[in-house]
C-alpha cells in the first residue's frame, strides 16, 4: 500500500438510485414504497422551465411529509450556468433536514464543487444542523471527464460519481442517439478465417469514460455510478450495461423506470455462492496466518492477501445489503 491513504466516502447501499421528477409528486409514494437504494428527486433535466417553483416546493412536501424509511434521499440541483441552481439549494436544504445528498449536474472543474460545497455550509450553520450532507457529482461532459481525477478531490463532502451518458455523447459529439446502449458501428472487424469469412462484433463505445471516471473514484475513496440505460422496454439490454459496470468495478447504476430497480439491486448484489466462497477465502487465510503461511491453496488456486482484500469486500457489501 501506498503512504498516503485516502478517507472512504460514507458508506451507503447504493445498488439503485431512482430518478423521480420533482414535477410529479404522484410518484414519490410509489418511489418512497420501492426497492431502490437510492432515490434522487429531480429539478434538473426531468422539469421544465415554467415548472422549477413548483417542483420545489413539490420536493420539500415530499420530504418532510412521506416515511421515505432508510433510503438515501437525495436532489438533483440545476447547472451553476442557471438561476435555479442556489435557490434549489437553499429552499430545500433549509427546510427539509430529511435531505442527504445534493446530485451536482455537469460538473466540469473542482470549482464548480465548491461553489455549492460553500452555500451548503452556510445553509447547515445557519440551521444548526448536525448531519453533514454529502454530495454526488455527474460527470457527463468532456470538460467533466477531462478534469474528472482533480474533481474527485475538489471537497470531502463528494461520496460518489455518476456517469451521464447522455450528456457526456452530446458533449462529446458522439454519433449516437441511443442512452447508455451500444452502437452498431462501434466494432471491430476480424480478420478473414480459411474460408475467406470474417467476424463483427460490437464494442462498448462508452468503455473508455467509465473505465477513468471508476479509477477516479476508487482512487479518492468514491462510489463510482453507472448513469442511465434509456431503452427501459429492454431488461436484457439493461441487465447487460449493468454486468459491464459492475464487471468494471461500479457499485450501482440509475434506474429511469421503477422495472429497473430489481435488475440493478439483482447485478449489484453478490450472489449466494460469492458470497460462501469468499467467507471460506477469509478462514482460509484466518487459518494460514495462524500457521505462519502468507499464502494457502484453495479449489486449486492460490490464495494470498490480495484474495482476502477482495473476499473480505464482498462480504462487507453482503453484510450491507443484509442491513
Sequence with gaps: MSFTLIQQATPR??????????????MFEKAAASAADV????LEDAVAPDDKEQARKNIIEGLNDIDWGNKTMMIRINGLDTHYAYRDVIEVLENCPRLDMILIPKVGVPQDVYAIDMLVTQVEQYKKYEKKLGLELLIETALGMAN?????????????????VADYAASTRARTVGIGGPHPDHGVLTDADESGERQYHWADPWHYALSRMMVACRAYGLRPIDGPFGDFSDPDGYKAAAKRGAVLGFEGKWAIHPSQIPLANEVFS??????????????????????????VS?????IDIASIRQAQALLDKAAQIKG
Design 13 to 26: 447501499l447504493h445498488r439503485s438510485e431512482l430518478a423521480v421528477p420533482g414535477s410529479n409528486p404522484g
Design 148 to 164: 474528472v481525477e482533480a474533481i474527485a478531490q475538489s471537497s470531502p463532502r463528494v461520496e460518489a460519481m455518476s456517469f451521464g
Design 298 to 302: 484453495l479449489d486449486g488456486r492460490l
Design 270 to 295: 453478490p450472489a449466494a455462492a460469492e458470497v460462501e466462497k469468499a467467507q471460506r477465502i477469509v478462514d482460509a487465510m484466518k487459518q494460514a496466518a495462524k500457521e505462519g503461511k502468507g499464502a
Design 39 to 42: 432515490i434522487f428527486l429531480d
